[in-house]
């Protein structure tokens, strides 16, 4: 029988819902035992809806409970640096919800906390949208298969902001974002998978859906969050990145995903995990991954996994959240200052 190990909950989101509540129910020995949510009402209905047995008010409930051994925080990033550093302070292992923090400052406060605190686990959950294929794309890159990779490409065009009654969106508040925009940090987290560190951005971006109904009171809220941004990147093999990121985008001409453009071949990555690979000369042929390397959804297990054998958090570290958060944030002050920003100076 596994070592038991009794989580606690902070923040019952969606995905947390979703994914991490049940996933974590699902392994052998480990329980759920105490979720606390926006107000207790919401908390009483996960609790209700997942057999969890106790519903906290306060998230220094869960943080200070002899009875819980991790924490799960599913909060919205403006929560993410205060309750990471208290449950590792209280000597809790912590999955975290991405994006990692709301600035690249908060960042390297969590990674400091968890650098002291060696003998817990922090991870963060990881963009998913690679599961199956980052493994061989990196291969490919390192090893040569693709040659010199020169440029890349990333479209990540869609048109839930013109949707003039959808809800405000809590990626559309810059209190609970801060400089998170739209989906930038999922394909920021898989381009460093594939590619290593980016070294320069350059960045521009304009908001025009500039305003929503604020749910909380029903009264006008300005957004300030981009809607439309573009990307110029140099990473620190020399490679070339452009991002384009809108919601403001109907029926675009070209389908979404990333481009890798190598001396050698061009291999395409599309959403839902799909590849192909075109040598010079030659048409685009199915790529699959390498054998026994195609990963799925398994972010639970690897927290539990790396608690009882003490495996090193690969999908993702703190380390590599603090990489994306610094060009995130880098994006940010270069859209502002009108200018290119070194991800050194941030």
């Not at 690679?130 to 298969?145: A, E, L, Y």
């Not at 042929?285 to 195609?294: F, I, N, R, Y």
Request: charged letters at 25%.
């Amino acid at each position: 029988m596994p070592d038991p190990i009794r989580v606690g909950v902070v923040g019952a989101g969606a995905n947390t819902r979703l994914r991490h509540i049940p996933g974590l129910q699902a392994i052998d020995g480990v329980e759920v035992v105490v979720v606390c949510n926006r107000s207790q009402e919401s908390g009483q209905r996960v609790a209700d809806e997942f057999g969890i047995p106790r519903v906290a008010t306060d998230p220094r409930e869960v943080f200070e409970a002899d009875d819980v051994d991790a924490v799960c925080v599913g909060t919205w990033p403006y929560r993410h640096r205060d309750y990471v550093i208290a449950a590792l302070e209280a000597g809790k292992h912590v999955l975290v919800e991405a994006r990692m923090a709301m600035d690249a400052s908060e960042a390297r406060e969590m990674l400091a906390v968890a650098r002291q605190r060696p003998e817990l686990v922090a991870q963060i959950v990881p963009s998913p949208l690679d599961f199956k294929s980052w493994r061989t794309i990196r291969r490919m890159v390192q090893d040569g298969s693709l040659g010199e990779v020169r440029e890349a490409h990333v479209n990540v065009l869609g048109e839930a902001s013109l949707k003039a009654d959808a809800p405000l969106h809590w990626r559309e508040r810059i209190e609970y974002s801060g400089t998170n925009t739209m989906t930038m940090g999922l394909y920021l987290e898989a381009i460093h998978r594939w590619l290593g560190p980016t070294a320069r951005v350059m960045a521009d971006g304009t908001t025009f859906v500039r305003e929503r109904a604020n749910p909380d009171d029903g009264q006008p809220y300005q957004i300030e969050i981009p809607d439309s941004l573009g990307i110029l990147a140099t990473m620190e093999s020399g490679t070339r990145v452009s991002y384009r990121i809108s919601t403001v985008t109907h029926a675009p001409a070209a389908p979404n995903g990333v481009s890798l453009y190598g001396s050698k071949a061009t291999l395409h990555w599309q959403p839902g995990d799909r590849m192909t690979l075109a040598p010079i000369g030659g048409e685009p042929q199915t790529l699959e991954p390498d054998p026994g390397t195609a990963g799925d959804w398994r972010v639970e297990q690897d927290f539990i996994d790396s608690i009882r054998e003490g495996k090193p958090v690969e999908l993702t570290s703190f380390e590599d959240g603090v990489l994306y958060m610094r060009v995130t944030e880098a994006v940010a002050r270069s859209r502002r200052e009108g200018r290119a920003v070194e991800i050194a100076e941030v």
